[in-house]
């Protein structure tokens, strides 16, 4: 199971992290990604780690602006993003994909288990 949280409502310009909090299977045999979905719009990859914390992969989002980390001690994985701007309002999902490797999926299909989301919006 997998549990977003940190989504708010915030200001042009501001910092904010996200974080999900995993249980059941241990999360150290998962790669995480991070996505999100704009009103009427698809769910598009916004970021991912390796199950080791080896690989990171932000894909086309952020430009230098988020970082994403991982505590498998504590079963968690961190989404820092900074300088956030209106564009950047969206349902964040964490996502876990059964993976050892480095390689990070963009793939919403090859990600095996969702969160619920996170609200995040960005008024300027």
């Known amino acids: 199971q997998l549990v977003e949280s940190g989504g708010r409502l915030v200001e042009t310009g501001v910092s904010l992290r996200l974080s999900c909090a995993a249980s059941?299977?241990?999360?150290?045999?998962?790669?995480m990604g991070w996505f999100r979905q704009a009103p009427g719009m698809e769910r598009v990859f916004v970021g991912g780690?390796?199950?080791?914390?080896?690989?990171?992969d932000y894909g086309d989002s952020g430009n230098g602006r988020f970082t994403i980390t991982r505590d498998n001690t504590y079963g968690a994985v961190y989404r820092q993003m900074n300088s956030l701007k209106s564009a950047d309002t969206a349902v964040y999902y964490c996502?876990?994909?059964?993976?050892?490797?480095?390689?990070?999926?963009?793939?919403?299909?090859?990600?095996?288990?969702w969160g619920q989301g996170t609200q995040v919006t960005v008024s300027s």
């Open positions: 059941g299977d241990k999360i150290c045999t998962f790669a």
């Open positions: 780690i390796s199950w080791n914390s080896r690989s990171t």
């Open positions: 996502a876990a994909r059964i993976s050892v490797s480095d390689t990070i999926s963009s793939l919403v299909s090859d990600y095996n288990y």
